[in-house]
């Protein structure tokens, strides 16, 4: 059986090198390449490299090197037909053996490519020098496109006229009408498909013109603002990004890629400095979208509103980030501004946005949250139960479970009862609150109960607690008038501001509960929970690596036999944190 070389290209662009090797090698990323162990031969030092780029392996230790196919022959011991074989099973692709009849389609794919690249270079000539062009190079200066902007994509214009790149470009009929580039109309005779627009040529990731999608200028009548290529046997939207040509070196550089909605997005980001920016071509973005990007990147912003779309779209987004092992986050820009707007009156503000980015879960839920209110019980369950309704989409439980504690804190409810609803996974979350039977100014949560027993029982609780504990301003406050106190309740008073006073007051009369125990290891659980759910996103090695132990010491806390060595290591933990976010202040 020979197999078709489309085939053998289309398992080659498909599949993953480092998710294949992966299978078989626990790879790490380091700079642009991925490294472990090889298995070919016993090392203890990694010299066995992975480029997803270029889709090669190498192994400087016992020099064995090659692609996907050759790692399928020495893995399963086959041939290079049973190495095809074997990856077009794994991902799915129906092999066609190679005839005349492939011959020709591959011939036909060339004579189109070659088309569309010609007619790109007509269209781009036409705004460069001919005189209808004007008012198209005069609105591209407006928004900051023209001059070397305009020669580096390449863009062009298409002159209101019924035929004239059918007449004059010297492409043959049929090629036009199979690109999408004219059609005959009722009189069949050959017609422009596009006509008085701004155009912008989209390459596929080889630099290859593939199709174009073009605007209207401004007060054009026509109501079809942006009209794009249809698919064609060169061009299929869900497996095509704008700008990748361009973007792929930065984004393999930066291992991040930025994904637009349009082309002037996509422009402006590479104008403000950031060259790793592309954008869907008129539809959603797709798994196939993920699937190229990851041959490039393993963290993909995305530069648009990413909750439009809702719940489907983010169970999508998660079953991705699992499914291909990338992280997905949102930017957010400045009200009323999308990229192309900002790269000219405030670049700064992109990069600010980029570095910016909340993990896409964090952005649904400060969707969910922000600005409601929680002045009354009922608003605050409410509002419970809708934030754990985002949060609950996603597949994690630990996830579930730390964005959990948040929203307890947020609304100020006890966190056991949300992290129960986070551990049901339930999408429709249901509270029970209680209505407290007088309202107070202040409302008394953990961090009250904490200073409470500080200031009835010092001995029991003074060992667990430490000022990182404590968010609420006034309780911080109170907390400290307290300890530096030394536990004499006159003494604080004396210290503390008239609204930590007030506290302090109320504490010492309220009534404590009996497990002192419980009280600290749950207030400490909570703090560590907030505190690695705000982690900075760039974080080193050595954070990711402390913010790991945390969680096992989160573990140990809850045992008799090790609780009180966990409390230690996390409240060092904690403050430590604290102190390098205030510097120590």
Same mark, same amino acid.
């Given at each position: 059986?020979?197999?078709?070389?489309?085939?053998?290209?289309?398992?080659?662009?498909?599949?993953?090198?480092?998710?294949?090797?992966?299978? %078989? $090698?626990?790879?790490?990323?380091?700079?642009?390449?991925?490294?472990? +162990?090889?298995?070919?031969?016993?090392?203890?030092?990694?010299?066995?490299?992975?480029?997803?780029?270029?889709?090669?392996? @190498?192994?400087?230790?016992?020099?064995?090197?090659?692609?996907?196919?050759?790692?399928?022959?020495?893995?399963?011991?086959?041939?290079?037909?049973?190495?095809?074989?074997?990856?077009?099973?794994?991902?799915?692709?129906?092999?066609?053996?190679?005839?005349?009849?492939?011959?020709?389609?591959?011939?036909?794919?060339?004579?189109? !490519?070659?088309?569309?690249?010609?007619?790109?270079?007509?269209? %781009?000539?036409?705004? +460069?020098?001919?005189?209808?062009?004007?008012?198209?190079?005069?609105?591209?200066?407006?928004?900051?496109?023209?001059?070397?902007?305009?020669?580096?994509?390449?863009?062009?214009?298409?002159?209101?006229?019924?035929?004239?790149?059918?007449?004059?470009?010297?492409?043959?009929?049929?090629?036009?009408?199979?690109?999408?580039?004219?059609?005959?109309?009722?009189?069949?005779?050959?017609?422009?498909?596009?006509?008085?627009?701004?155009?912008?040529?989209?390459?596929?990731?080889?630099?290859?013109?593939?199709?174009?999608?073009?605007? $209207?200028?401004?007060?054009?009548?026509?109501?079809?603002?942006?009209?794009?290529?249809?698919?064609?046997?060169?061009?299929? @939207?869900?497996?095509?990004?704008?700008?990748?040509?361009?973007?792929?070196?930065?984004? $393999?550089?930066?291992?991040?890629?930025?994904?637009?909605?349009?082309?002037?997005?996509?422009?402006?980001?590479?104008?403000?400095?950031?060259?790793?920016?592309?954008?869907?071509?008129?539809?959603? *973005?797709? #798994?196939? %979208? !993920?699937?190229?990007?990851?041959?490039?990147?393993?963290?993909?912003?995305?530069?648009?509103?990413?909750?439009?779309?809702?719940?489907?779209?983010?169970?999508?987004?998660?079953?991705?980030?699992?499914?291909?092992?990338?992280? $997905?986050?949102?930017?957010?820009?400045?009200?009323?501004?999308?990229?192309?707007?900002?790269?000219?009156?405030?670049?700064?503000?992109?990069?600010?946005?980029?570095?910016?980015?909340?993990?896409?879960?964090?952005?649904? &839920?400060?969707?969910? /949250?922000?600005?409601?209110?929680?002045?009354?019980?009922?608003?605050?369950?409410?509002?419970?139960?809708?934030?754990?309704?985002?949060?609950?989409?996603?597949?994690?439980?630990?996830?579930?479970?730390?964005?959990?504690?948040?929203?307890?804190?947020?609304?100020?409810?006890?966190?056991?009862? *949300?992290?129960?609803?986070?551990?049901?996974?339930?999408?429709?979350?249901?509270?029970?609150?209680?209505?407290? @039977?007088?309202?107070?100014?202040?409302?008394?949560?953990?961090? *009250?109960?904490?200073?409470?027993?500080?200031?009835?029982?010092?001995?029991?609780?003074?060992?667990?607690?430490?000022?990182?504990?404590? /968010?609420?301003?006034?309780?911080?406050?109170?907390?400290?008038?307290?300890?530096?106190?030394?536990?004499?309740?006159?003494?604080?008073?004396?210290?503390?501001?008239?609204?930590?006073?007030?506290?302090?007051?109320?504490?010492?009369?309220?009534?404590?509960?009996?497990?002192?125990?419980?009280?600290?290891?749950?207030?400490?659980?909570?703090?560590?929970?907030?505190?690695?759910?705000?982690?900075?996103?760039?974080?080193?090695? #050595?954070?990711?690596?402390?913010?790991?132990?945390?969680?096992?010491?989160?573990?140990? &806390?809850?045992?008799?036999?090790?609780?009180?060595?966990?409390?230690?290591?996390?409240?060092?933990?904690?403050?430590?944190?604290?102190?390098?976010?205030?510097?120590?202040?």
């Amino acid at each position: 059986m020979a197999i078709a070389d489309d085939d053998i290209e289309r398992i080659r662009s498909t599949v993953s090198i480092v998710d294949l090797i992966g299978q %078989h $090698v626990q790879l790490k990323r380091t700079g642009r390449n991925w490294v472990g +162990l090889c298995p070919f031969h016993a090392e203890r030092t990694p010299s066995f490299n992975v480029n997803e780029t270029t889709g090669r392996y @190498k192994c400087f230790g016992c020099d064995k090197g090659g692609d996907i196919f050759t790692f399928v022959q020495e893995i399963e011991h086959t041939d290079f037909l049973g190495s095809v074989e074997y990856l077009a099973n794994k991902a799915g692709i129906q092999l066609t053996e190679s005839s005349p009849g492939r011959s020709k389609e591959r011939a036909r794919r060339k004579q189109l !490519v070659e088309a569309m690249a010609r007619a790109v270079d007509w269209y %781009h000539e036409r705004l +460069l020098k001919s005189p209808d062009g004007r008012a198209a190079r005069d609105y591209l200066r407006s928004r900051g496109l023209a001059g070397d902007v305009a020669r580096q994509f390449k863009i062009g214009w298409a002159p209101d006229d019924w035929d004239l790149l059918a007449r004059e470009s010297g492409i043959a009929a049929d090629l036009l009408r199979d690109n999408g580039l004219a059609f005959n109309n009722r009189r069949d005779r050959m017609q422009d498909a596009f006509r008085a627009r701004v155009l912008f040529p989209i390459f596929n990731e080889n630099g290859e013109a593939v199709a174009i999608g073009g605007r $209207v200028l401004p007060g054009s009548t026509d109501p079809a603002k942006y009209k794009n290529s249809p698919e064609t046997p060169i061009y299929t @939207k869900s497996r095509t990004l704008y700008g990748l040509n361009w973007a792929k070196a930065d984004i $393999v550089n930066q291992n991040q890629v930025i994904v637009c909605e349009g082309y002037t997005d996509v422009i402006g980001f590479h104008r403000a400095g950031l060259p790793r920016a592309v954008a869907t071509c008129g539809t959603a *973005f797709t #798994e196939e %979208h !993920v699937r190229l990007l990851k041959k490039y990147a393993t963290k993909v912003v995305l530069a648009f509103d990413a909750d439009t779309a809702g719940q489907g779209a983010a169970e999508r987004f998660y079953e991705w980030e699992e499914k291909y092992q990338v992280e $997905v986050s949102v930017a957010s820009f400045p009200k009323g501004k999308d990229p192309g707007e900002l790269a000219q009156v405030d670049p700064g503000a992109l990069a600010t946005s980029v570095e910016g980015a909340k993990p896409f879960l964090r952005f649904r &839920l400060d969707r969910a /949250v922000d600005g409601k209110p929680t002045n009354t019980p009922e608003a605050a369950a409410r509002l419970g139960e809708q934030a754990m309704a985002v949060v609950n989409e996603h597949p994690n439980v630990n996830v579930r479970k730390l964005y959990a504690g948040e929203v307890a804190y947020h609304v100020g409810l006890p966190a056991q009862d *949300f992290i129960t609803l986070a551990e049901r996974g339930t999408r429709t979350p249901q509270l029970r609150v209680a209505r407290p @039977k007088a309202r107070q100014e202040r409302r008394e949560n953990a961090e *009250f109960v904490a200073i409470s027993l500080l200031v009835q029982n010092w001995d029991a609780i003074a060992p667990f607690l430490v000022e990182a504990l404590f /968010v609420d301003e006034v309780y911080r406050r109170a907390f400290k008038a307290v300890a530096d106190s030394g536990g004499d309740l006159v003494a604080a008073l004396e210290l503390a501001d008239p609204e930590a006073r007030e506290v302090i007051e109320r504490a010492a009369v309220v009534e404590t509960p009996d497990d002192v125990g419980a009280e600290a290891r749950n207030l400490i659980s909570a703090a560590v929970r907030r505190e690695l759910a705000v982690r900075t996103v760039n974080a080193d090695a #050595e954070q990711i690596m402390s913010d790991r132990e945390a969680l096992v010491q989160m573990e140990a &806390l809850r045992t008799s036999e090790r609780g009180l060595d966990a409390a230690g290591w996390l409240l060092g933990w904690l403050q430590g944190r604290m102190e390098a976010r205030t510097g120590g202040a």
